[in-house]
């Protein structure tokens, strides 16, 4: 395909359509306005593929990802703290073991429609979105869920847990419902590898000394079974080496779990078939591409392992899609309609070389002259001719500004 072509097929390219797209900006303004309503078609698609082709494991981990663009949008992001500081940002929940992308759904801003009553309160966006990921079909499964300080509360872990879900993660010590006691906390200048817990109902606080201090909350975990790491610790000496250090169960789980976001998104961006544009949806369009390729690479490693196969690598893979995709697209093109044979079509010809010789009276003005004779008594017929005759029917007829006989004949169905 030529540049020009890629071009003007991207340039064209709309994920709905055009008319329902003028009918909803008209509601701009309105609760009834949908921000996301020009990638609804495929983002529901996409979001219904991820739920339903891959069980995933026990282990899953919801966190945020950032999906680059400087396009002007309401619900674009700007966040000093990450590596890509500009972009929309998508809530995803991902299996911890192998990156594959379960559910996920595009942060719109703070949603000012919902009047809250008096007295009512918000769950907030760390609870809500943990919960809306989940509901699709994994609450009440066994499953085992890693979060990051961002969500982690005691209230979203009780809510999950009375939907018999597993939760873990890393604690913000400002959060309501966070132990306030000191007592049996850590020393003042604690050494690496000092723990102490508390349990609070089926809540269990840790706080752990590694580098800095840790704090975690777990619905399933021990406090501590004997678990160490390997982390560098001073001698005596003052010289460092690396020497086991305890660890709770909780922080060693979220250590080798948390990270499946993380995974999904360092595949997307191996081969990321992301380009440049300033129109937000065509950005979405990429990254659903991303998606999609990444989810089936995991598939596939997935389905060569149950048969004891070596998986192709990434690479290779997309080079399989990409040529498997051109064939099956040249498959679905129809077959082009053979062009009519020039012998077999009606086709006005001259009888001489110079369009003056061998002139005929034309078959359809003849027949007119004698209905107007029959009608007209005293009416003398003219004797018009043509040099021109139909290729197929082999009758004269005439084709001038004033009189499309040719036409006429083949209209009325008077060809052979």
Wanted: hydrophobic residues 35%; glycine residues 6%.
């Amino acid at each position: 395909m030529s540049r020009d072509r890629f071009e003007a097929i991207f340039w064209s390219l709309h994920l709905s359509d055009v008319t329902e797209d003028e009918e909803n900006e008209r509601k701009r303004g309105t609760p009834q306005f949908d921000r996301l309503f020009k990638i609804k078609p495929l983002y529901g698609e996409i979001v219904n593929a991820c739920n339903s082709l891959f069980q995933p494991y026990q282990n899953i981990t919801v966190d945020e990802r950032v999906v680059a663009s400087k396009a002007r949008i309401g619900f674009r992001q700007y966040m000093k703290d990450k590596p890509t500081k500009f972009g929309y940002k998508l809530f995803v929940l991902a299996d911890s073991k192998t990156g594959y992308t379960s559910n996920f759904f595009v942060y719109q801003g703070k949603d000012k429609s919902k009047v809250k009553l008096r007295g009512q309160k918000d769950d907030g966006l760390s609870v809500t979105s943990v919960m809306d990921l989940m509901k699709f079909d994994l609450l009440g499964k066994g499953y085992h869920l890693y979060v990051d300080n961002f969500y982690s509360s005691p209230l979203l872990f009780n809510k999950l847990l009375k939907n018999h879900t597993a939760a873990c993660g890393t604690i913000r010590t400002n959060r309501e419902g966070f132990p306030r006691t000191t007592i049996n906390d850590l020393p003042k200048k604690p050494e690496r590898g000092d723990m102490r817990w508390i349990r609070e109902g089926n809540l269990l606080f840790a706080r752990w000394m590694d580098t800095k201090v840790v704090n975690l909350c777990s619905t399933f975990h021990k406090a501590y079974s004997g678990a160490t790491v390997l982390r560098r610790v001073k001698r005596p000496d003052g010289n460092w080496h690396r020497a086991p250090v305890d660890v709770p169960d909780a922080c060693r789980d979220y250590n080798i779990n948390m990270g499946g976001v993380d995974l999904s998104d360092a595949l997307i961006h191996y081969y990321s078939v992301h380009g440049k544009t300033m129109r937000w949806y065509k950005t979405f369009f990429y990254h659903f591409i991303d998606i999609a390729v990444v989810n089936s690479y995991i598939l596939h490693k997935a389905v060569s392992s149950s048969h004891n196969q070596a998986p192709m690598s990434h690479k290779q893979f997309r080079e399989v899609l990409m040529r498997e995709m051109v064939e099956q697209a040249k498959a679905l093109v129809a077959e082009a309609t053979p062009r009519p044979s020039l012998t077999n079509t009606c086709m006005p010809v001259f009888r001489g070389s110079t369009g003056t010789q061998d002139r005929r009276k034309c078959v359809v003005c003849a027949a007119k002259e004698k209905v107007k004779a029959k009608q007209m008594p005293g009416y003398k017929i003219r004797d018009l001719k043509t040099p021109l005759y139909c290729s197929r029917c082999n009758v004269s007829l005439c084709l001038v500004p004033d009189r499309n006989c040719f036409l006429e004949y083949h209209s009325m169905g008077l060809q052979k």
